[in-house]
Nanobody, 124 residues
Framework: QVQLVESGGGLVQAGGSRRLSCAAS????????IGWFRQAPGKERELVAA????????YYADSVKGRFTLSRDNAKNPVYLQMNRRHSADTAVYYC?????????????????WGQGTQVTVSS
């Protein structure tokens, strides 16, 4: 079993930066792929970015490429999502998820464990 706790959400002005953290605990959590998803009101949950357990493989949605950066240090935990040049379309609940399948999945169904989510609101 793996437990995930997100933090760092809140209100930020458009153009600003914010860093989200995903703290994982439990069995062999450092060997899991970590993905950050987001869900805006009335929309489906979408993958924002994901990083393999070693950090060697990453995925970024087109909408955040060049603005968001994932990083992880398995010795230190957690996994960070640095969000720069935010705009109103980034407003959503952000979820951290873990997958032990050895892949960098892009679908929510590929992830086994989920955090409770953290609200991020970008004001224009």
């Amino acid at each position: 079993q793996v437990q995930l706790v997100e933090s760092g959400g809140g209100l930020v002005q458009a153009g600003g930066s914010r860093r989200l953290s995903c703290a994982a605990s439990g069995r062999a959590c450092s060997t899991y792929t970590i993905g950050w998803f987001r869900q805006a009101p009335g929309k489906e949950r979408e993958l924002v970015a994901a990083i393999s357990w070693s950090g060697a493989r990453t995925y970024y949605a087109d909408s955040v490429k060049g603005r968001f950066t994932l990083s992880r240090d398995n010795a230190k935990n957690p996994v960070y999502l640095q969000m720069n040049r935010r705009h109103s379309a980034d407003t959503a609940v952000y979820y951290c998820a873990a997958d032990n399948g050895g892949r960098v999945g892009v679908f929510a169904g590929e992830y086994d464990y989920w955090g409770q989510g953290t609200q991020v609101t970008v004001s224009s």
